[in-house]
T-cell receptor, first 114, second 110 residues
Framework: GAVVSQHPSRVICKSGTSVKIECRSL??????MFWYRQFPKQSLMLMATSNEGSKATYEQGVEKDKFLINHASLTLSTLTVTSAHPEDSSFYICSFPPELYEQYFGPGTRLTVT | SQQGEEDPQALSIQEGENATMNCSYK?????LQWYRQNSGRGLVHLIL?????REKHSGRLRVTLDTSKKSSSLLITASRAADTASYFCATSSGYSTLTFGKGTMLLVSP
């Protein structure tokens, strides 16, 4: 089946620095990708929808200037957390929808901001 | 805002027992999906049930959907220790976007 990879799996950074998370589809191409954030023992919250070749669509309350999304190709999307702060520490998960109603999720990236 | 609300929030059972988790939602949906997440890992798609379906089976999984009550249940039969994980329902209203519930943490003890 389809495989989605994320890199890095874990990252620790200092407050004020920026962190880039990569999400790759290994088996298929997709014009749309989703980025989610999950705080400990909570559910996934959709942050933004990434569209290849155009600007991402952000959910209400998500700062587009803080969470930069670049859908560079049909198999790669990146999320950059700019000027990270401890409250940005979370589990970030991407997903590709191979079909309209199905999503393949990446393994997630654990971000810790100290 | 959260669409799905699962209950219970946590469930602890013995191996061999059945585990039932429930999910309620608020708006009209096109389909409802159940996902599994092991601690600190990504999500694995378990099963999808469309709004015009009432019941669906996949191996030891049985999902029901009651659109009149806006609720769904996930039954795992003959549970195993390896079933220990968090289970989330997610609803889709006609687009690719999924809205997740808060999840049920299932602990299956040997």
């Amino acid at each position: 089946g389809a495989v989605v990879s994320q890199h890095p799996s874990r990252v620790i950074c200092k407050s004020g620095t920026s962190v880039k998370i990569e999400c790759r589809s290994l088996d298929f191409q997709a014009t749309t990708m989703f980025w989610y954030r999950q705080f400990p023992k909570q559910s996934l919250m959709l942050m933004a929808t990434s569209n290849e070749g155009s600007k991402a669509t952000y959910e209400q309350g998500v700062e587009k200037d803080k969470f930069l999304i670049n859908h560079a190709s049909l198999t790669l999307s990146t999320l950059t957390v700019t000027s990270a702060h401890p409250e940005d520490s979370s589990f970030y998960i991407c997903s590709f929808p191979p079909e309209l109603y199905e999503q393949y999720f990446g393994p997630g990236t654990r971000l810790t901001v100290t | 805002s959260q669409q799905g609300e699962e209950d219970p929030q946590a469930l602890s059972i013995q191996e061999g027992e059945n585990a039932t988790m429930n999910c309620s939602y608020k708006t009209s949906i096109n389909n409802l999906q159940w996902y599994r997440q092991n601690s600190g890992r990504g999500l694995v798609h378990l099963i999808l049930i469309r709004s015009n379906e009432r019941e669906k089976h996949s191996g030891r999984l049985r999902v029901t959907l009651d659109t009149s009550k806006k609720s769904s249940s996930l039954l795992i039969t003959a549970s195993r220790a390896a079933d220990t994980a968090s289970y989330f329902c997610a609803t889709s209203s006609g687009y690719s976007t999924l809205t997740f519930g808060k999840g049920t943490m299932l602990l299956v003890s040997p």
